[in-house]
């Protein structure tokens, strides 16, 4: 590839550069220590802002958790998050009623659509030896037309986690309603973005991200 078509060489960060329709991409890498009875760190929280932990103190933050790593109840609207959880389980729960836990390779699609309030923890289970997670979460701005389409939460791989119904008790899943409209029923504007793009960035890591 010539070198002249690459407009801008950034070290990629927390969180990473994007462009239109991407709002936000993240790439979470905290090696948690072993857990302790209450899914937290059995670690001294000492020196951390707690409601606030993004530093890496020790490699890996509570982030808006207090007592569990993760992000309490917070609001989204107008927009989907994808998140592909590679290491480590995220527990999962919402404004619809759904709760789930689900990693190993999981891929959760949330359309936020008119508003949805949800929870995302990370439980530190294993009491023995470290707990690491490492995932990567996609913020998509909605077309016009859809930003107030209804609110729904999906996943699927590895572990099959079942997002629509209550998961953590054992239940049979129902039939789950179809997606809204939003990018993923929308392949027409996903082609009509990408192609010709006004200009082209590439990111290179110059290291672990964390």
Same mark, same amino acid.
């Given at each position: 590839m010539p070198?002249?078509?690459i407009?801008?060489?950034t070290?990629l ?7 239109d %329709?991407? $709002?936000?991409c993240?790439y979470h890498?905290?090696?948690y ?19 606030q932990?993004?530093?890496?103190k020790d490699?890996?933050?509570m982030y ?8 309490p109840?917070? %609001?989204h609207?107008g ?9 480590g ?5 919402d404004? $619809? ?5 689900f ?6 699609w949330l359309?936020?659509?008119r ?17 690491p997670l ?5 913020? $998509? ?9 209804? !609110? ?16 953590? %008790?054992?239940a049979? %899943? ?5 997606p ?8 027409h504007?996903?082609?009509r973005?990408?192609?010709? !793009? ?7 890591p110059?290291?672990?991200?964390r």
């Amino acid at each position: 590839m010539p070198l002249d078509t690459i407009l801008d060489i950034t070290p990629l960060g927390f969180p990473w550069p994007t462009m239109d %329709p991407f $709002l936000f991409c993240v790439y979470h890498d905290d090696r948690y220590p072993k857990g302790n009875a209450a899914m937290g760190p059995d670690a001294s929280l000492a020196g951390r802002e707690i409601g606030q932990d993004f530093a890496g103190k020790d490699g890996w933050r509570m982030y808006h958790g207090a007592q569990v790593p993760g992000f309490p109840s917070h %609001p989204h609207r107008g927009f989907e998050t994808v998140t592909i959880v590679r290491r480590g389980l995220i527990d999962h729960a919402d404004s $619809l009623g759904a709760a789930a836990r689900f990693g190993g390779g999981d891929v959760q699609w949330l359309t936020a659509g008119r508003g949805i309030v949800h929870s995302e923890m990370f439980p530190l289970l294993d009491r023995a030896q470290p707990n690491p997670l490492e995932l990567f979460q996609i913020w $998509l701005n909605l077309p016009a037309r859809d930003k107030m389409v209804a !609110p729904i939460s999906r996943c699927s791989g590895p572990t099959k986690s079942p997002i629509g119904y209550s998961a953590m %008790p054992a239940a049979a %899943p129902p039939k789950l309603p179809a997606p809204p409209a939003g990018w993923v029923t929308r392949p027409h504007l996903r082609r009509r973005q990408i192609r010709d !793009p006004p200009s082209w960035r590439r990111t290179w890591p110059s290291g672990p991200s964390r």
